[in-house]
């Protein structure tokens, strides 16, 4: 490799020829070739690598396969050197050739030692920076997880105590239901009532059909009070117990007149004790059914949010995404809010990093419930404009000042105080969706609305070729 090959790298300007002819004599020329890794993730930061000519893809392991981070395609670019300045330095991702050229590498210990004769006070600085950084990155990526994280289980622990707990109560009440049921059915046999007599009553009770729908309050407790006085007037002792799930099931007065000829005397009582019984199991399974079905729900939500044992590129529903986001957030998403959507029926699936677009879905959604201050209407749209799927979210809010959105996708810029939010930026929002999506995200703010808007094409791979071809 040449010195005159590496002064047109705008990296090494300020160099002079000497130092350069030293850096190619203590380096190495190396070949980039498709599909070979240079370098590793995880590995000791031993060199520093120069792109002069050819592409690079920088690939991080992450689950079970490996995630395109970032690509060196531009001469200048580098990657690695990190041992110069910390001992325990590694590569951040592993480098492996994309398109043949060449790289320029140099060992750690040639740079550190030709950064401190070169730039000594550069290289204090540059190390000083480095083991900060590093430092002040790791703490403050680890306290925002864990407050996401909490943040996140509180919310789905609420959501999955509700129908546990309906789920718990009605297994109880099932308990007490199925020993009343029990025992009203030995006080019919002690009454010595003949086995047509029960199949009567038995198909007089299958000629109550459910109840469509829950009847209005006034209208079921105005039903148990005249049961309750019918039941009064034929002797019923426990008239407290039964008329309520007879009201509930929308027994009328005809038909206590017809049980009360078939079961005349004494095994009137256990007869209608027994229907009320099973009128009551068949509420309670029912609300048994309806809880574990809810939690099971749940669990798919989550188990599709996370996008557990799921390739992170794949073919996606952005509704699912969408609809799974708005569980994960739903302990905000009560009261106050009003959740509009629009979905189109239109929109593809789409090539997509599901997990990824799942935590820009998250951090939309929860800036505008904050910025509603948890009262107001929350748009969610969907559409397809040509080979573009576009998402919108939108609030009901204040809206922002000029300057706020003009600053919003600021890395580390926020409003919002210390422990509030999703811990993700819109930043990092717009990194996902532009660098890893080849999309755009915009904001439209005004009094009374903020719309945010996310433009993402439907063939991620197909739109990365054309953008690449020449």
């Not at 309906?166 to 009454?191: F, I």
């Not at 600053?407 to 926020?414: D, G, P």
């Not at 433009?455 to 791979?461: K, S, T």
Request: aromatic share 6%; proline share 4%; hydrophobic share 45%.
């Amino acid at each position: 490799m040449r010195v005159d090959e590496l002064r047109t790298l705008s990296l090494f300007d300020g160099l002079t020829d000497n130092q350069l002819a030293e850096l190619v004599e203590n380096g190495t020329e190396v070949r980039i070739v498709p599909g070979v890794d240079l370098f590793r993730e995880g590995e000791h930061a031993d060199f520093w690598w120069v792109l002069v000519d050819g592409t690079i893809d920088l690939v991080r392991h992450v689950g079970r396969e490996d995630v395109l981070v970032a690509r060196m395609d531009l001469p200048g670019r580098w990657a690695g050197g990190f041992r110069a300045w910390d001992e325990q330095g590694v590569y951040l991702a592993t480098g492996r050739g994309v398109t043949g050229g060449r790289v320029l590498r140099v060992p750690a210990e040639v740079l550190r030692e030709r950064s401190d004769s070169w730039f000594p006070f550069g290289g204090h600085l540059i190390e000083g920076l480095y083991r900060t950084a590093r430092s002040v990155e790791s703490t403050a990526r680890q306290r925002s997880a864990l407050i996401t994280l909490g943040t996140l289980a509180a919310g789905l622990a609420h959501e999955i105590n509700n129908p546990a707990s309906a789920a718990t109560r009605a297994v109880d009440s099932l308990d007490t239901t199925c020993q009343e049921l029990l025992s009203s059915l030995v006080r019919l046999a002690h009454d010595d009532i003949s086995a047509a007599q029960f199949a009567a009553l038995d198909a007089l009770r299958r000629e109550i059909e459910p109840l469509a729908t829950e009847p209005d309050p006034l209208v079921r407790a105005d039903r148990e009070e005249v049961l309750s006085l019918w039941l009064t007037r034929h002797g019923i002792e426990h008239e407290w117990t039964i008329a309520p799930p007879l009201a509930a099931a929308g027994v009328d007065l005809d038909w206590c007149t017809r049980a009360a000829v078939l079961l005349d005397g004494s095994a009137l009582e256990p007869g209608l004790e027994w229907v009320a019984s099973t009128f009551s199991v068949a509420t309670l399974l029912s609300e048994v059914k309806e809880a574990t079905r809810r939690i099971s729900e749940l669990v798919a939500a989550v188990r599709s949010y996370s996008q557990l044992d799921r390739a992170s590129m794949q073919q996606i529903d952005l509704t699912d995404g969408l609809e799974n986001t708005l569980v994960m957030l739903g302990h905000k998403l009560r009261d106050g809010v009003t959740i509009v959507r629009e979905y189109s029926a239109d929109v593809p699936r789409i090539e997509a990093y599901a997990g990824e677009l799942n935590q820009v879905w998250t951090n939309l959604i929860d800036n505008a419930v904050d910025a509603m201050d948890g009262a107001g209407t929350l748009r969610v749209t969907t559409r397809v404009e040509e080979d573009i799927a576009v998402v919108e979210i939108a609030d009901s809010g204040p809206g922002m000042s000029p300057q706020v959105a003009a600053r919003a996708f600021e890395a580390f810029y926020t409003t919002k105080d210390v422990g509030k939010g999703s811990g993700l930026g819109l930043d990092i929002a717009r990194r996902i969706v532009e660098e890893r999506h080849a999309g755009t995200i915009t904001i439209d703010s005004r009094p009374g609305e903020t719309l945010l808007r996310v433009r993402i094409p439907i063939r991620l791979h197909q739109h990365s070729a054309e953008q690449a071809a020449p």
